[in-house]
């Protein structure tokens, strides 16, 4: 089975603060991706990636980057928290479409994240 | 541009009683659909999929979902619910064309499922 792994369950960081959210997927999938969670909001994407090295903005990129530097993990950072970033996020992985390929989503447990 | 609509925020069925929970979705080309399982601080599970051939498809926990492209609808089902069916059902679209690696998901259904 697929398995993405992140890193931390719960943080609890102070505003100001660089954060780092943790993501690894041990299916050789090319696509990884960062969404946060919030009530009433759904999911909505902070960034993916196609590649090593390459990454593409979402809906909501701004005060995040990411860092995709082996295929396996892709790091989301905070460069400083703020209380508005407070949320669930979530890393998923998947392969690229192509025939024979569907390419769902896998996801991780999530990393809820409080900054105070 | 591409969206998934779930129009209704909760709904709430009695046990033993049919579900379900709706979705329509607007894409541009064909559309690669899913639903999605999250329960309370979990991630999101991967319940089933619409790609092509029959518009009923069937997924785990005896979900099922049927694809309507005329009413560009892809609603999960299931004949008989049970408590622990409740949770948050998240539908998704994959773009089929253009951007193909992104996925569009709708806002969410909370499901309650009373004994």
């Known amino acids: 089975d697929v398995k993405v792994t992140q890193s931390s369950r719960y943080l609890v960081k102070r505003t100001g603060e660089k954060v780092f959210l943790e993501c690894v997927q041990d299916?050789?999938?090319?696509?990884m991706f960062w969404y946060r969670q919030d009530p009433g909001l759904g999911l909505r994407l902070i960034y993916f990636s196609y590649d090593v090295k390459m990454k593409e903005k979402g809906d909501i990129p701004e005060g995040y980057s990411v860092s995709r530097e082996k295929k396996e993990r892709f790091s989301l950072i905070l460069e400083s928290a703020s209380t508005n970033q407070t949320s669930m996020y979530l890393c998923?992985?998947?392969?690229?479409?192509?025939?024979?390929?569907?390419?769902?989503?896998?996801f991780g447990e999530g990393s809820r994240l409080t900054v105070l | 541009a591409q969206s998934v609509a779930q129009p209704e925020d909760q709904v709430n069925v009695a046990e033993g009683n049919p579900l379900t929970v709706k979705c329509t979705y607007s894409?541009?080309?064909?559309?690669?659909l899913f639903w999605y399982v999250q329960y309370p601080n979990r991630g999101l599970q991967f319940l089933l999929k619409?790609?092509?051939?029959?518009?009923l498809v069937k997924g785990s926990y005896g979900f099922e979902a049927e694809f309507n492209k005329s009413q560009t609808s892809f609603h999960l089902k299931k004949p008989s619910a049970l408590v622990s069916d409740s949770a948050l059902y998240f539908c998704?679209?994959?773009?089929?064309?253009?951007?193909?690696?992104?996925?569009?998901f709708g806002s969410g259904t909370k499901l309650n499922v009373k004994p």
């Open positions: 998704a679209v994959r773009d089929g064309q253009g951007n193909f690696n992104k996925f569009y």
């Open positions: 619409y790609i092509t051939g029959d518009n």
């Open positions: 894409v541009s080309g064909n559309p690669y």
């Open positions: 299916m050789d999938h090319e696509n």
């Open positions: 998923a992985s998947s392969l690229t479409l192509n025939p024979g390929v569907t390419g769902e989503l896998f």
